[in-house]
């Protein structure tokens, strides 16, 4: 298992959660805060063998980070993590870690405010403060006092809210004065690369992009195209050195959620050139 700057934190991280009900995780993108964290909880003493929910803001980001954590465990999606997601949803007796979306798990609260057989409920990218997350948190530490408190008999229902551009002070002063808990990432080098300008109606130079391929040969490279023309150009299988076929991702360049899918994807040993392609979404504004 490939270390994370996040893993350093992970023993703090547990002693906080064990000595309060709430806390707050403040880590860099890249950190390991998504698939890292859920699986370091899973076996916690007061976690008692309830269920981890896992919040993120979009369903891409809820699959992906479901098949990820489910990777890290050797196993398939359905197991012992699973997703809940409008229309799809895979889980199974036997799952532990439930990644759902800000509608899923306000409709779950308002069916069931106590939250029964739960005992954590991370709030992943908290920092865009949508309406339906600050719903959420509210529904969960109002559900928490009212059905939850320590004359029911119930463990404790816990928070864990994490982001990269957390206001982690504001929060923790939200939640009684919770611990706030800071990683530092790591920066890699970026070498930036412009190709010659062509013709509009001409292809992208593949000869280019196979050159800055060598030049970095165990460096993941990304090829931006400006058309679904060039794009499909500088896609073809047969264009890439022979190192790099059959390994390559594709990027959206016009739709960052697309670039949370690719950071996912499993790890190689081979080097991954990532090719761009153009997005289902409409990308000039709809009539009035």
């Not at 992906?64 to 997601?85: C, D, F, N, P, Q």
């Not at 229309?87 to 979306?101: A, C, F, H, M, Y």
């Amino acid at each position: 298992m490939t270390a994370l700057p996040i893993d350093a934190l992970l023993d703090d991280l547990r002693q906080a959660l064990a000595g309060r009900h709430e806390a707050v995780l403040e880590a860099p993108p890249g950190a390991g805060k998504t698939t890292r964290v859920p699986l370091a909880l899973l076996d916690e003493p007061w976690l008692a063998g309830q269920r981890i929910l896992m919040l993120e803001p979009r369903r891409l980001a809820a699959r992906a980070a479901a098949e990820r954590l489910a990777s890290e465990l050797g196993e398939r999606v359905g197991e012992t993590v699973g997703y809940r997601i409008r229309l799809d949803s895979k889980v199974g007796p036997k799952t532990r870690i439930e990644v759902v979306t800000e509608g899923i798990l306000t409709r779950r609260l308002q069916d069931d405010p106590a939250l029964e057989g739960v005992g954590l409920v991370i709030f992943d990218e908290f920092h865009e403060r949508s309406l339906d997350a600050d719903l959420a948190l509210a529904l969960c530490l109002n559900g928490r006092t009212m059905l939850r408190d320590a004359d029911s008999g119930e463990p404790a229902l816990k928070l864990l809210l994490m982001s990269a551009t957390l206001e982690g002070e504001r929060l923790a002063a939200l939640l009684g004065e919770a611990p706030v808990l800071r990683s530092e990432g790591r920066m890699f080098p970026v070498d930036i690369r412009w190709g010659a300008p062509g013709r509009p109606a001409s292809g992208p130079s593949r000869g280019w992009c196979r050159r800055c391929c060598r030049r970095s040969p165990t460096s993941p490279a990304a090829c931006w195209c400006s058309s679904q023309g060039r794009r499909r150009s500088a896609a073809s299988t047969n264009s890439w050195p022979r190192p790099w076929r059959g390994a390559t991702t594709s990027v959206c360049a016009r739709c960052t959620a697309s670039w949370s899918w690719a950071r996912s994807a499993r790890p190689s040993s081979r080097p991954r050139p990532v090719r761009a392609r153009w997005c289902w979404r409409p990308i000039s504004p709809r009539p009035a």
